[in-house]
């Protein structure tokens, strides 16, 4: 395999590297910029930018090839403390039924403080979500503040008009799971 995984070149971030139909495959799935480059052998996914395809190429060859091979990268990381560990590359996808007890009474909080029935969907970003629900099975729902298009971005902002709302949710939330 590859002695260094390539860097999305929007985000920095490492990749994960596979094969799909017989095309080694570098795909960026930390930011949404639709990052992909595909190539006839892993050493060239180091060449960035290597051919870089777009989403709907790299779901044409996941069509096309239904056998594949991934790579998660590993990390080493230092804390504030000098204590270094090592950890996967990625994150647990997790879903969460609309029904279950959670969903329903934090929708009806969210709905008495806004007036709003709440939008169910999933987030295009990671929070700690992916250890709660995909690995601990700790039922976990998204709330908060904010456009998610600028989420874990260099434009990260949020109105403090979302701030208070968020607020008041999260009290009712409280008040009404009591």
Known sequence: ???????CPHCQNLTVVG?????AVAVCTYCDNGFAVAS????????????????AQLD???KEGSEGLVKVTNSKSISYTGKAWTE????????IDEKTPLVTQVGKA???VT???????YWKFSTAGAYTMGYAGIPTIGFGPGDERFAHTANEHIKLGDCFTAACVYAQMIADLL
């Not at 395999?1 to 860097?7: A, E, S």
């Not at 094969?19 to 095309?23: D, L, P, Q, V, W």
């Not at 006839?40 to 989403?55: C, F, G």
């Not at 007036?115 to 969907?121: C, D, N, Q, S, T």
Request: aromatic share 6%.
């Open 1 to 7: 395999m590859l002695d260094k995984t390539p860097r």
């Open 60 to 62: 044409k060859l996941r």
């Open 40 to 55: 006839s052998q892993y050493e060239n996914l180091l060449q960035i930018p290597a051919q870089q395809i777009t989403r």
């Open 115 to 121: 007036g709003l029935k709440p939008r169910l969907a």
């Open 19 to 23: 094969t799909i139909a017989g095309k």
């Open 88 to 95: 996967k590359r990625s994150y647990a996808a997790w879903l």
């Open 110 to 112: 969210i709905q008495k």
